[in-house]
């Protein structure tokens, strides 16, 4: 049983280590970057709807991000898209936001404090890959350019595993892991309980406590 249980779990360990590897693997490999006049309307394209749509892939929602926002919050949604509707977050902004055409983040009168990341994330159907992709938006100007190397723009560009971003197919890989991770403990610990129960009945009855497959070959061994 334990050996079955350990059969099972590998595959589905490996399965989720490949689904959110795939999952790393299709964002742009540059941030990038968009300026725009102080008090402008800036408009920000999704590139994971582009590939999507390129691939022929379908997709259940689309949702932006606003990314190291400067209330500390790591990541903080904006809007939803789903089935055709849009939910909007609680997220504060006095000149509001909504979605434009073809995904696109649309921000009205932007200020200096609109500036950073922000992300489209697509959300797969079952059995596919979720894509998003990240874009920089600097409001009157860009004094420095951020690179793909720095470690603030690298901690988004493979984010730690959630519930909330992972497709329900992963959601039940990971279940299915934990379910055989506990049976194999179980297993373990009945085991270990069976033979301290065997060693203690054998030691209160004056039976020697070997196995029976030995004594048995012990008894051969001493009529020859």
């Known amino acids: 049983m334990m050996q079955l249980t350990g059969l099972v779990e590998l595959p589905l360990l490996l399965l989720l280590m490949s689904s959110y590897q795939d999952m790393c693997l299709v964002q742009s490999s540059v941030l990038q970057e968009v300026p725009f006049p102080l008090h402008s309307n800036a408009s920000l394209p999704c590139d994971a709807l582009m590939l ?18 400067p209330t500390g919050e790591e990541r903080s949604g904006l809007l939803q898209k789903r089935n055709g509707s849009i939910k909007y977050y609680r997220y504060s902004r006095p000149a509001g936001f909504s979605l434009g055409d073809e995904g696109h983040l649309e921000l009205g009168n932007v200020t200096a404090g609109d500036s950073g990341v922000y992300q489209c994330l697509l959300r797969a159907n079952l059995g596919g890959r979720n894509r998003h992709s990240d874009i920089y938006l600097c409001v009157d100007g860009c004094p420095e350019r951020i690179q793909p190397q720095d470690p603030a723009v690298m901690s988004h560009r493979c984010p730690v595993m959630s519930l909330e971003a992972l497709s329900p197919a992963a959601i039940v890989i990971i279940l299915l892991c934990v379910l055989s991770a506990v049976g194999l ?25 070997e196995e029976p497959n030995t004594k048995q070959k012990h008894q051969l061994l001493s009529n020859i």
């Open 185 to 209: 403990i179980v297993a373990l610990l009945a085991v270990l309980v069976y033979r301290r129960n065997t060693a203690a009945h054998h030691q209160k009855a004056g039976m020697p406590t």
């Open 52 to 69: 999507s749509l390129a691939a022929g892939e379908e997709y259940r929602s689309l949702t932006w991000y606003r990314l190291n926002h």
